[in-house]
């Protein structure tokens, strides 16, 4: 193997995923400690200050010009190069938390043991599925009281329709938390309670050993005998083929504020989840090993102050290596150009890079050039990686310019703002260009849409909430448009367009949406919308 392609094989890119405070943050920060990234917990962010009420939050982001936080970061762990993407929770939850799943090759689901499968992790659940990619699961806090092991992995099966193997099986919980069982290797992985350090024995010892008691106790040691016979007869076997497709997910119990379980999980994941992965454009298939380099834009950064055209855009690159001294061929952009400042983040610092290989994520200084899902690659190719979905959003509100006589700044800045892909703006048919419909997938994206209407375009808006949560893109079987009359809808739905002319229903219940489809069978309903 080339050094090029040990480069690219031993790079593993991924998400974690969770609802908010599940553990994900303290999670990273342990795989970036045992990844010499950095010496000491509690660096990987200032977290509690960037969690501050909505009304601080332009403030923090003025502060932080133009920050791209923690939402990449590359660390080195016997002999992988790992790049984990974080997926913000709380009121950063904006189409961009689903846009960086697209870069991604994997998941790591994270699990509180004592609450199980939550809101939000449900929803980037959903975007995992769509893809295919293998979803691990850690279900953390097992230092604590926790819910059933076995109505866990239920409820993960049942509630996100996926199946679940566990590869190791916890001793107890809470203060009996003893450590796991290695179901492959058939060994006790012992935990000694040191003050969380990464230290934790191994100890092979056959179920049924009466030396096993002295270790964790008769009880927990015949409980532990019950289950795993439960288990061995009960669940799937283990399918790597089912891991790959994103069908079977490996289940792992630890406690990531102890590191009980942390390491074993690092070192299976690693083992079991996938190099970097292709992606297609049009027909075609880029592998990571291509020779040339190719990397798509997934999520701009737009800075918070006047001169909005200071971004950041991250892109993935997909394949090859990407080289600081060479120019690059901006597809949609027409160019060939030079990437401005290329950067990563290594847990809290940000450095310039001179090279990056197939896996790897970038942020490159944006002079307003990039959208989301442009396409990179090598001077003399042309191909375009497929679009980026849309995905819906979930609040929306009906917004116009106070002062009438702004019409035009107005169309004007949330056409921009629109097509940066902050917001998802929709009109009702028939109805005049006074006012718009504004979705979003986070509502922190409305107080930043008024931040920056009133700065960047001088335009004070008016806005009313609407009681919608759902929306979905139609097409009748003639792929012919329709009217509010052709339709049989509740008076909670409304029929809307976006700005390329495609139709969609607003609606305020999942109920509401059944309804609709059973009413109307020549329309067929999509939850994610094609194209950028
Ligand atoms: P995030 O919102 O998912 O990133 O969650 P954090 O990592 O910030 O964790 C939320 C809270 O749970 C913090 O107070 C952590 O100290 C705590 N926490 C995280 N992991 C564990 C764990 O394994 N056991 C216990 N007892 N607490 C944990």
Redesign the pocket.
């Known amino acids: 193997m080339s050094q090029y392609e040990s480069e690219i094989s031993r790079r593993r890119t991924f998400a974690i995923i969770?609802h908010?405070?599940?553990?994900?943050?303290?999670l990273t920060e342990k795989f970036l400690l045992y990844g010499g990234a950095i010496a000491q917990a509690g660096v990987v962010k200032g977290?509690k200050n960037t969690r501050a009420a909505t009304s601080d939050w332009m403030e923090i982001e003025k502060q932080r010009g133009i920050s791209v936080t923690s939402s990449v970061m590359q660390f080195q762990y016997e002999g992988f190069c790992i790049n984990i993407l974080d997926t913000p929770?709380h009121q950063d939850f904006s189409e961009d938390t689903y846009r960086t799943l697209m870069a991604a090759d994997s998941a790591v689901m994270?699990i509180d043991a004592a609450k199980g499968v939550e809101a939000q992790t449900r929803k980037l659940f959903k975007v995992c599925v769509m893809r295919d990619i293998p979803i691990f699961t850690f279900i953390?806090?097992m230092?604590?009281e926790a819910r059933d092991p076995f109505e866990l992995c239920e409820e993960i099966e049942h509630e996100l329709g996926i199946d679940t193997y566990a590869v190791n099986w916890p001793i107890g919980c809470g203060k009996d938390f003893k450590g796991v069982y290695d179901r492959a290797k058939k060994e006790i992985i012992h935990f000694t309670s040191n003050g969380g350090s990464k230290a934790a024995t191994a100890t092979q010892v056959a179920l049924g050993d009466p030396n096993l008691d002295a270790l964790i106790g008769k009880v927990l040691h015949s409980q532990l005998t019950d289950d795993v016979e439960l288990l061995d007869g009960a669940s799937c076997d283990f399918d790597m083929d089912r891991v790959r497709h994103g069908k079977l997910s490996p289940v792992f119990f630890g406690?990531?504020?102890?590191n009980f379980g942390v390491e074993p999980f690092l070192e299976s994941f690693l083992r079991m989840t996938t190099p970097p992965l292709p992606r297609t454009a049009g027909g075609q298939v880029i592998d990571s090993m291509d020779d040339d380099f190719s990397a798509f834009v997934f999520k701009i950064q737009a800075n918070m102050n006047k001169a909005h055209r200071d971004r950041i855009a991250f892109m993935r690159v997909v394949s090859g290596r990407f080289d600081a001294d060479r120019e690059v061929y901006h597809v949609q952009g027409g160019k060939k150009l030079r990437l401005s400042r290329p950067q990563q983040l290594m847990a809290a610092e940000r450095e310039i890079i001179e090279e990056a290989f197939a896996g790897d994520i970038m942020g490159v200084f944006d002079p307003g050039i990039f959208s989301i899902g442009d396409t990179l690659c090598a001077p003399g190719k042309k191909f375009q990686f497929d679009p980026i979905p849309t995905f819906a959003p979930e609040h929306f509100q009906r917004v116009r310019s106070r002062d009438t006589m702004k019409r035009k700044q107005f169309l004007k800045g949330m056409e921009q703002i629109a097509q940066e892909g902050a917001i998802q703006i929709f009109k009702t048919p028939y109805s005049g260009m006074e006012e718009v419909i504004v979705g979003v997938v986070g509502t922190l994206q409305f107080d930043v849409l008024e931040y920056r209407m009133r700065s960047e375009y001088n335009v004070e808006l008016y806005v009313e909430g609407l009681p919608y949560e759902y929306l979905r893109w139609i097409r009748t079987e003639d792929g012919e448009s329709v009217r509010e009359d052709d339709l049989i809808l509740g008076t909670d739905v409304k029929l809307v367009e976006d700005y390329k002319g495609n139709q969609l229903l607003l609606f305020a219940s999942q109920w509401s949406i059944n309804w609709t489809a059973e009413r109307n069978k020549n329309l067929t309903l999509f939850e994610f919308g094609g194209g950028a």
Request: charged share 30%; no cysteine; glycine share 10%.
């Open positions: 969770s908010p405070d599940a553990g994900k943050t303290t977290k929770g994270v953390n806090k230092d604590r406690s990531a504020l102890t």
